[in-house]
C-alpha cells in the first residue's frame, strides 16, 4: 500500500500538493521496457515470475512497445552496432522516461574490454539507476526499481522543463 503524501486532512477531505499526488502515481504505476540481452535477461524473467514477482512494486504491465512505456531497462551486454538502436528506443519514449542499467556488462562493459562491446550504457542514453552484478540477483533488480521508484516520486513536475536537464540531454546529442 502507498503511504500518504503529507498534506492537510479534514471530515471528508485531502488536500495536499499536485507535484506529491502525480509523483505517488507515476511512481507506483511504472512500465517497464526491458531491452534483454544474455545472461541478465533469464535474471530479469525470474524476477517478473512468480517467485519474486516484480508486479507487486507496480510494474506488472511489461511493454516491448518504447511509445507506451517509460522505464528503459537495459539488460545485459550492448554491442556498439546496437548503440544506436538503444538511443532509438530512447528517444522514441514519451517525457517522462527513466534508464535502469542492469548487470555489470550494461553498466560498465563488463569483462568484455574489446572493440565490440560498449563499455556502458551511458555512453549513448543518460542513466538513472545502475544495478550491479554479473549477473545480478533478482533481488538486486528488485532493489534497482525501487530506487527509480524513490527518484519518480520525489521528482518536480518542472525537473524535465530546467535548463540543467536539457543540458544533459544536449550532452547526448537529444534534443
Not at 500518504?4 to 479534514?10: A, K
Request: proline share 6%.
Amino acid at each position: 500500500m502507498a503511504e500518504m503524501p503529507e498534506g492537510s486532512m479534514g471530515e471528508g477531505f485531502f488536500a495536499t500538493a499536485l507535484d506529491k499526488v502525480v509523483g505517488l502515481a507515476r511512481k507506483n504505476s511504472i512500465w517497464p521496457l526491458p531491452f534483454a540481452t544474455k545472461c541478465c535477461g533469464i535474471e530479469f524473467m525470474a524476477t517478473m515470475a512468480s517467485h519474486y514477482d516484480l508486479g507487486r512494486f507496480g510494474s506488472e504491465r511489461v511493454g516491448f512497445s518504447p511509445r507506451q512505456c517509460d522505464l528503459l531497462m537495459v539488460i545485459g551486454l550492448i554491442s556498439k552496432k546496437m548503440g544506436p538502436v538503444v538511443k532509438q528506443v530512447y528517444l522514441q519514449m514519451a517525457e517522462p522516461r527513466w534508464v535502469m542499467a542492469v548487470g555489470a556488462c550494461a553498466s560498465s562493459g563488463g569483462i568484455f574490454d574489446t572493440y565490440s562491446v560498449l563499455q556502458g550504457i551511458d555512453q549513448v542514453v543518460p542513466v538513472d539507476v545502475y544495478v550491479p552484478g554479473c549477473p545480478p540477483r533478482p533481488e538486486a533488480i528488485i532493489d534497482g526499481v525501487l530506487r527509480i521508484q524513490d527518484l519518480v516520486g520525489k521528482e518536480s513536475l518542472r525537473r524535465r522543463n530546467s535548463q540543467q536537464y536539457k543540458a544533459l540531454l544536449d550532452s547526448y546529442g537529444i534534443q
